[in-house]
T-cell receptor
Framework: AQKITQTQPGMFVQEKEAVTLDCTYD???????LFWYKQPSSGEMIFLIY??????QNATEGRYSLNFQKARKSANLVISASQLGDSAMYFC??????????????FGQGTILTVHP | GAGVSQSPSNKVTEKGKDVELRCDPI?????LYWYRQSLGQGLEFLIY????????KSGLPSDRFSAERTGGSVSTLTIQRTQQEDSAVYLC?????????????FGPGTRLTVL
């Protein structure tokens, strides 16, 4: 079964508008972490934001926020005030912690975001 | 400070040859991970090392793949008798285990092409 599902292969947004990238996950581990990474065309993976399963509030980092709905097992990334430089592939990933602070990431298939001027 | 570095950046090899890919993690990071990214399979976990613990090799696709980490720092991923389906970008990442997120920092990758 797919552990991380990103249902939007591609998304388009107008510059300065907000966009939501969807991510749903599946796990039986009560302790897990959710990550979003950005991969521009240059190829490097850039960490954007983290949400822990026990965090009470939605994570925010500058223009990035995470809409975490634990009961629905979704962790959507919201990018506000899109910029041309936001055009990239975005990956949702999960670390099933099992009580540890390290472990492999399971990635979704990614969403290609294109920001139009 | 310096990020994760990988070498070579590109490797072209012939089917059946062995290749070695190198990863230098961020200094002080005790956890080191290898992933592979290909068009058909997306991003797949291969193996990770944490401190002196036995590595988690659960993602290695076959016994042609192996990895070692010497002195708790540099890691080498070895692919023996390469096949065309091994063509992919191999990404290395490292992380701390004492931070708030312990996010993984990725290197630029090694693009492997098997002819």
């Amino acid at each position: 079964a797919q552990k991380i599902t990103q249902t939007q292969p591609g998304m388009f947004v107008q510059e300065k508008e907000a966009v939501t990238l969807d991510c749903t996950y599946d796990t039986s581990d009560p302790s897990y972490g959710l990550f979003w990474y950005k991969q521009p065309s240059s190829g490097e993976m850039i960490f954007l934001i983290y949400q822990g399963s026990y965090d009470q509030q939605n994570a925010t980092e500058g223009r990035y926020s995470l809409n975490f709905q634990k009961a629905r097992k979704s962790a959507n990334l919201v990018i506000s005030a899109s910029q041309l430089g936001d055009s990239a592939m975005y990956f949702c990933a999960m670390r099933e912690r099992g009580g540890t602070s390290y472990g492999k990431l399971t990635f979704g298939q990614g969403t290609i975001l294109t920001v139009h001027p | 400070g310096a990020g994760v570095s990988q070498s070579p950046s590109n490797k072209v090899t012939e089917k059946g040859k062995d290749v070695e890919l190198r990863c230098d993690p961020i200094s002080g990071h005790t956890a080191l991970y290898w992933y592979r990214q290909s068009l058909g399979q997306g991003l797949e976990f291969l193996i990770y090392f944490q401190g002196n613990s036995a590595p988690d090799k659960s993602g290695l696709p076959s016994d042609r793949f192996s990895a070692e980490r010497t002195g708790g720092s540099v890691s080498t991923l070895t692919i023996q008798r390469t096949q065309q389906e091994d063509s992919a970008v191999y990404l290395c990442a490292s992380s701390s285990t004492s931070g708030p997120y312990n996010e993984q920092f990725f290197g630029p990758g090694t693009r492997l092409t098997v002819l």
